[in-house]
């Protein structure tokens, strides 16, 4: 079965942190670009991190920049994202995505773009 799966999630106090990682299966991660996203409650979906399949370049968030940090592990066929110094604005349902077509990492996190895959998401609430 093909499909991407997000885990990590949870309660968090501010200032603490987490690691999310999507686990794939049915394909291989090392020929696509990948990115997290999230959508904060009553709010629309917005690009968190994205990492190419080439040479690993990374793009962030200005939100996210200096807090988050994304990698992936082909051999494992997993990417991860580290969240650390949360806020509550970070609380959001955070998705994986994996998309095949060659592209910039900006150009990943965009949203509103056609993934090939997407996770159903985990939930990271950040709340004293």
């Known amino acids: 079965q093909v499909q991407l799966v997000e885990s990590g999630g949870g309660l968090v106090q501010p200032g603490g942190s987490l690691r999310l990682s999507c686990t794939a299966s049915g394909f291989a991660l090392v020929y696509y670009e990948l990115g997290w996203f999230r959508q904060p409650p009553g709010k629309v979906r917005e690009g968190v991190s994205c990492?190419?399949?080439?040479?690993?370049?990374?793009y962030y968030a200005d939100s996210v920049k200096g807090r988050f940090t994304i990698s992936r592990d082909n051999a494992k066929n997993m990417m991860y994202l580290e969240m650390n110094n949360l806020k509550p604005e970070d609380t959001a349902v955070y998705y994986c995505?994996?998309?095949?077509?060659?592209?910039?990492?900006?150009?990943?996190?965009?949203?509103?773009?056609?993934?090939?895959?997407w996770g159903k998401g985990t939930l990271v609430t950040v709340s004293s």
């Open positions: 995505a994996a998309e095949g077509l060659a592209l910039t990492v900006q150009a990943m996190c965009d949203p509103k773009r056609h993934m090939d895959y």
């Open positions: 990492i190419s399949s080439g040479d690993g370049s990374t």
